[in-house]
C-alpha cells in the first residue's frame, strides 16, 4: 500500500482565494520541451504575499502555478501586464526577470 505525505504548500494549492489584486512572489521560472517536443513550456511557481488593495495576510503562503507555451504564448500577456509591461508585436521579454 503507497504512502502518502501532504506538504504545507500541498494543502494551500487547493485554496480558493478571494478575487482581489495580489502581490506575488515569483519563486521559479522554467523552460522545458513539451511533451511531443513541438513547443516550449514555461512554467512559472509564485506565492501569495498579501492583498495588495488592503493589506490583508488570510491567503499569505498559498502557491500559484502558471504554465505558459510557445504555440499559445498569447497566454502570457496579462502575467506580463501584471508587472506594468506594455506588450507589443515583436517585442521580446524574458520570463527570468519577472
Known sequence: MPIIQFS???LLRGKVITPSWYRVRIDSVGEAPSKDGGSTNYPVEGTIMFNGDNGDKEF?????DWNFNSKAIG???GFLQSF???????ARF???SA
Open 75 to 77: 497566454f502570457a500577456v
Open 60 to 64: 499569505s503562503g498559498v502557491p500559484l
Open 8 to 10: 504545507e504548500k500541498d
Open 94 to 96: 524574458d520570463l527570468n
Open 84 to 90: 506594468g509591461v506594455e506588450v507589443k508585436p515583436g
